[in-house]
Nanobody, 123 residues
Framework: VQLVESGGGLVQAGGSLRLSCAASGRTFSSRAMGWFRQAPGKEREFVATINWSGGSTIYADSVKGRFTISRDNAKKTMSLQMDTLKLEDTAVYYC?????????????????WGQGTQVTVSS
């Protein structure tokens, strides 16, 4: 499985960005997916996860109500709509895929990772 993120960039606080993750391989629809982020000097942290069908999601408390994760199995893509962005959302955002259909908030339970896309929120 190969994952490629896009959509990062520079945005003012309060603004919005939409990240996308394009996946290769035939088993995308059977895998749970997730978004993680890593700010400079900090550990990689969980942002959101979605189950194989898109019917269940989990969000980190820090983004709940502001971010929305979704997926399109026919297109083998996953998205993260980020609204009301804050300075503390600045980080490299990573798309990740699990080996199975169950959601997880733990980065070590994800087998496949994208290269990351930078999101910078300015004041």
């Amino acid at each position: 499985v190969q994952l490629v993120e896009s959509g990062g960039g520079l945005v003012q606080a309060g603004g919005s960005l939409r990240l996308s993750c394009a996946a290769s391989g035939r088993t995308f629809s059977s895998r749970a997916m997730g978004w993680f982020r890593q700010a400079p000097g900090k550990e990689r942290e969980f942002v959101a996860t979605i189950n194989w069908s898109g019917g269940s999601t989990i969000y980190a408390d820090s983004v709940k109500g502001r971010f929305t994760i979704s997926r399109d199995n026919a297109k083998k893509t996953m998205s993260l709509q980020m609204d009301t962005l804050k300075l503390e959302d600045t980080a490299v955002y990573y798309c990740a895929a699990r080996r199975d259909s169950g959601m997880s908030t733990m980065n070590y339970e994800y087998a496949y990772w994208g290269q990351g896309t930078q999101v910078t929120v300015s004041s």
